[in-house]
């Protein structure tokens, strides 16, 4: 067994996680200022996981050593009755369930679906937008995000009615589970908050969209939305074992491709107003490329800002807020001796906070990322969508989704968001505003 190059540096965690109770997330950014890239370990009574924050460290975990770490353990557990064995798991389930899925995401067929994406999301916003009413920003986002993406690639198999109640039931999901996020040494068999909340959660995802994939397989459909080429793909696996390999594939293609960018774009809306420079370039290169016309894809190329803008936003409010691994096997990272079993904490929206790499890191510039920029970086110092062989397969999808969004919306109008003036993320698997964040929406 390898030893310790230096003994190991513990930081008390549960003492941070009492004082942050309400704004759990506060207590890891707080242990990731006081590791400063060091890798350390979180003292959590019976449960010690290390702390990986440095890009260096996190390139050896995703990718150096990549098959050592898996998603098991801590936050994996909890939710997989909603993620499955698919996309979200490891091993040759992950490899099977990613060589289906990755071709609906290459840059390719992404672009093929940009236009009908871009006319999907302006008549959700002319649907959905009232100038002048209050609305719930989170619900108001999904909104057009859920349908947009529905719509794209699962054509008529999810109406929109069930639509409705997918939104709901995933919100649930990620969120009624966050208390065990930070305990993850209470028993599976202990009843905890949320724990019914989430089973309601999966019996809802499930009645959605069982019905779609057995009438698919029963009718052996030749279509070319997603549910119709997971039952292809498929096809020799026979029974409910089939169908619930469709189903894990479907939940995450879905998840992928709506949860995080919905999550993602709801942090929008308080950055434009607390940050009123930035909002300024942000409104001006809209009025000046879009103007009164519809968005289209022909305006991306000159959004280049805008880009800029969301990059930003991913570097400070990353939806995948943290990552953990398991170690199969012993190993050495950093100097440090990461024993088999341990579980190991990554999370890009600490490394994105480091000091040592990025200047005045809690400073919302979209200017760290002008063109050209990435040469100055470690690789691993920005990893928004992950890294390694499990980087996010929806990347090219939010990147071409979010300027839709964004635009469209401020091509009309300009955000007023009531909240108390900090931006607070609340405890969920991934990186979400302060419930009940309203705003109103005016003309520009």
Same mark, same amino acid.
């Given at each position: 067994?390898?030893?310790?190059?230096?003994?190991?540096?513990?930081?008390?965690?549960?003492?941070?996680?009492?004082?942050?109770?309400?704004?759990?997330?506060?207590?890891?950014?707080?242990?990731?200022?006081?590791?400063?890239?060091?890798?350390?370990?979180?003292?959590?009574?019976?449960?010690?996981?290390?702390?990986?924050?440095?890009?260096?460290?996190?390139?050896?975990?995703?990718?150096?050593?990549?098959?050592?770490?898996?998603?098991?353990?801590? $936050?994996?557990?909890?939710?997989?009755?909603?993620?499955?064995?698919?996309?979200?798991?490891?091993?040759?389930?992950?490899?099977?369930?990613?060589?289906?899925?990755?071709?609906?995401?290459?840059?390719?067929?992404?672009?093929?679906?940009?236009?009908?994406?871009?006319?999907?999301?302006?008549?959700?916003?002319?649907?959905?937008?009232?100038?002048?009413?209050?609305?719930?920003?989170?619900?108001?986002?999904?909104?057009?995000?859920?349908?947009?993406?529905?719509?794209?690639?699962?054509?008529?198999?999810?109406?929109?009615?069930?639509?409705?109640?997918?939104?709901?039931?995933?919100?649930?999901?990620?969120?009624?589970?966050?208390?065990?996020?930070?305990?993850? $040494?209470?028993?599976?068999?202990?009843?905890?908050?949320?724990?019914?909340?989430?089973?309601?959660?999966?019996?809802?995802?499930?009645?959605?969209?069982?019905?779609?994939?057995?009438?698919?397989?029963?009718?052996?459909?030749?279509?070319?939305?997603?549910?119709?080429?997971?039952?292809?793909?498929?096809?020799?696996?026979?029974?409910?074992?089939?169908?619930?390999?469709?189903?894990?594939?479907?939940?995450?293609?879905?998840?992928?491709?709506?949860?995080?960018?919905?999550?993602?774009?709801?942090?929008?809306?308080?950055?434009?107003?607390?940050?009123?420079?930035?909002?300024?370039?942000?409104?001006?290169?809209?009025?000046?490329?879009?103007?009164?016309?519809?968005?289209?894809?022909?305006?991306?190329?000159?959004?280049?800002?805008?880009?800029?803008?969301?990059?930003?936003?991913?570097?400070?409010?990353?939806?995948?807020?943290?990552?953990?691994?398991?170690?199969?096997?012993?190993?050495?990272?950093?100097?440090?001796?990461?024993?088999?079993?341990?579980?190991?904490?990554?999370?890009?929206?600490?490394?994105?906070?480091?000091?040592?790499?990025?200047?005045?890191?809690?400073?919302?510039?979209?200017?760290? $990322?002008?063109?050209?920029?990435?040469?100055?970086?470690?690789?691993?110092?920005?990893?928004?969508?992950?890294?390694?062989?499990?980087?996010?397969?929806?990347?090219?999808?939010?990147?071409?989704?979010?300027?839709?969004?964004?635009?469209?919306?401020?091509?009309?109008?300009?955000?007023?968001?009531?909240?108390?003036?900090?931006?607070?993320?609340?405890?969920?698997?991934?990186?979400?505003?302060?419930?009940?964040?309203?705003?109103?929406?005016?003309?520009?």
């Amino acid at each position: 067994m390898a030893i310790d190059a230096a003994p190991t540096r513990t930081l008390p965690f549960l003492r941070k996680l009492t004082r942050h109770a309400r704004i759990p997330v506060n207590a890891f950014e707080e242990a990731g200022t006081q590791a400063d890239g060091e890798l350390v370990r979180l003292s959590m009574g019976p449960f010690r996981p290390y702390l990986v924050t440095h890009p260096d460290h996190v390139q050896h975990v995703l990718v150096r050593n990549q098959p050592n770490y898996v998603r098991e353990g801590m $936050f994996w557990d909890p939710l997989a009755p909603l993620l499955g064995e698919g996309i979200f798991s490891d091993g040759e389930s992950w490899a099977e369930s990613r060589r289906i899925l990755q071709p609906l995401f290459t840059a390719k067929y992404v672009n093929s679906l940009a236009e009908r994406m871009a006319e999907l999301i302006h008549e959700l916003i002319e649907e959905t937008v009232v100038p002048g009413r209050p609305f719930d920003v989170a619900e108001g986002i999904s909104a057009i995000v859920h349908p947009t993406i529905v719509r794209l690639f699962f054509g008529a198999k999810i109406s929109a009615t069930d639509i409705q109640r997918l939104v709901p039931a995933y919100d649930v999901a990620v969120t009624a589970k966050a208390i065990r996020l930070v305990m993850p $040494f209470m028993p599976a068999a202990f009843p905890m908050p949320g724990d019914q909340a989430f089973r309601r959660a999966i019996r809802t995802i499930d009645d959605v969209v069982y019905p779609p994939i057995r009438q698919a397989r029963a009718e052996d459909q030749e279509g070319d939305d997603v549910v119709s080429r997971l039952v292809r793909a498929r096809r020799d696996i026979a029974g409910q074992e089939g169908e619930r390999r469709i189903r894990d594939d479907l939940v995450a293609m879905h998840g992928a491709s709506t949860e995080t960018s919905a999550t993602a774009l709801t942090w929008v809306w308080p950055v434009l107003q607390a940050y009123p420079e930035v909002a300024a370039k942000v409104y001006e290169e809209v009025e000046r490329v879009v103007g009164d016309e519809p968005l289209s894809t022909r305006h991306l190329p000159d959004l280049v800002y805008l880009r800029m803008f969301v990059n930003e936003l991913l570097r400070l409010y990353p939806p995948g807020w943290i990552l953990p691994r398991r170690a199969v096997a012993t190993d050495v990272v950093g100097g440090v001796t990461i024993e088999a079993g341990s579980t190991v904490l990554l999370s890009p929206y600490l490394t994105h906070r480091l000091p040592r790499f990025w200047d005045r890191p809690l400073e919302f510039d979209p200017e760290r $990322f002008a063109p050209g920029g990435e040469a100055k970086r470690h690789r691993y110092a920005y990893w928004p969508f992950g890294a390694g062989p499990h980087v996010c397969f929806g990347q090219h999808l939010f990147m071409m989704e979010a300027p839709l969004l964004i635009a469209g919306i401020l091509r009309k109008y300009r955000p007023i968001v009531h909240h108390n003036g900090q931006l607070t993320p609340r405890l969920a698997s991934s990186l979400r505003a302060a419930a009940g964040l309203t705003m109103t929406l005016v003309p520009a």
